[in-house]
C-alpha cells in the first residue's frame, strides 16, 4: 500500500478483554516500531523490530503486552486482560535505511483503543 | 535517560503572525532531531529533521536549527496560515541505537486564526 496501515482504527474492549491490534507496514521497510500516545502527550517507544527479529522491547509496559511479526511484515500487538490505563491510542511505524544512511519513519494513523 | 522538553501549549495565532515553539533535549551522543506535525484526524507526518550540529532543517516554511550548544531545535515560520492548525511534536532519533528508536516531546497545540 501507499502508506503503514492499521487496523481497527477505533477499538472498544471491556475491562479484563484481550485486544490485537494490527498494523500493515510500507512493503519493504525492515524497521517497524509501535508506539503508545496517552490523550495529550507525545508518543512512548513499546517496541522495535528489524524484519522478524524483535530486538528492543524495553517500553513495553507490562507483561500484558506482546507483540510479534512473525514473517517480517504484518505486526500485531496484542493486550491481554486489558486495564483503564491502557487506554490510548497506538501507533505504528515504519522506516527503511536509504544507501547514504538516512532514515525516514512514516506512521500510520493509530488505533484509538478504549477500555471501558 | 535521552527526554525532550518543549514549550506548552495551546498556542493561538493569528493568521501572518511569526510562530516561534522551543524545544530543548537532554541526550548523549549525537542524537538526530526531528519535528513531526499531527494535523486534525491525521497521522503523524515528519516536517523536518536535521542530522547534525548547526544543521537548519526546513519545510513548507518551517525552519529549525539544531544547536548543539544551547541543546536546543527551536522550530519558526515568518508568516502562519490557518492551514498550520495542528500539534507539533519535537522529537529526537537516539544515538546510541542502530535503529533511530524515537523520543518524542509531549507536543504543542496550535491553533491559527483567520
Known amino acids: 500500500g501507499a502508506g503503514v496501515s492499521q487496523s481497527p482504527r477505533y477499538k472498544v474492549a471491556k475491562r479484563g478483554q484481550d485486544v490485537a491490534l494490527r498494523c500493515d507496514p510500507i512493503?519493504?521497510?525492515?524497521?517497524l516500531f509501535w508506539y503508545q500516545q496517552a490523550l495529550g502527550q507525545g508518543p512512548e517507544f513499546l517496541t522495535y523490530f528489524q524484519n522478524e527479529a524483535q530486538l528492543d522491547k524495553s517500553g513495553l509496559p507490562s507483561d500484558r503486552f506482546f507483540a510479534e511479526r512473525p514473517e517480517g511484515s504484518v505486526s500485531t500487538l496484542k493486550i491481554q486482560r486489558t486495564q483503564q490505563e491502557d487506554s490510548a491510542v497506538y501507533l505504528c511505524?515504519?522506516?527503511?535505511?536509504?544507501?547514504?544512511?538516512?532514515?525516514?519513519?512514516?506512521f500510520g494513523q493509530g488505533t484509538r483503543l478504549t477500555v471501558v | 535517560g535521552n527526554s525532550v522538553t518543549q514549550m506548552e501549549g495551546p498556542v493561538t495565532l493569528s493568521e501572518e503572525a511569526f510562530l516561534t515553539i522551543n524545544c530543548t533535549y537532554t541526550?548523549?551522543?549525537?542524537?538526530?532531531l526531528f519535528w513531526y506535525v499531527q494535523y486534525p484526524g491525521e497521522g503523524l507526518q515528519l516536517l523536518l529533521k536535521?542530522?547534525?550540529?548547526?544543521d537548519k532543517g526546513s519545510n513548507k516554511g518551517f525552519e529549525a536549527t539544531y544547536r548543539k550548544e544551547t541543546t536546543s531545535f527551536h522550530l519558526e515560520k515568518g508568516s502562519v496560515q490557518v492551514s498550520d492548525s495542528a500539534v507539533y511534536f519535537c522529537a529526537l532519533s537516539e544515538a546510541e541505537t542502530s535503529y533511530d528508536k524515537v523520543i518524542f516531546g509531549p507536543g504543542t497545540s496550535l491553533s491559527v486564526i483567520p
Open positions: 511505524a515504519s522506516s527503511y535505511r536509504s544507501s547514504a544512511g538516512l532514515t525516514e519513519a512514516f
Open positions: 541526550a548523549t551522543g549525537y542524537p538526530s
Open positions: 536535521a542530522t547534525k550540529a548547526d
Open positions: 512493503s519493504g521497510h525492515v524497521s
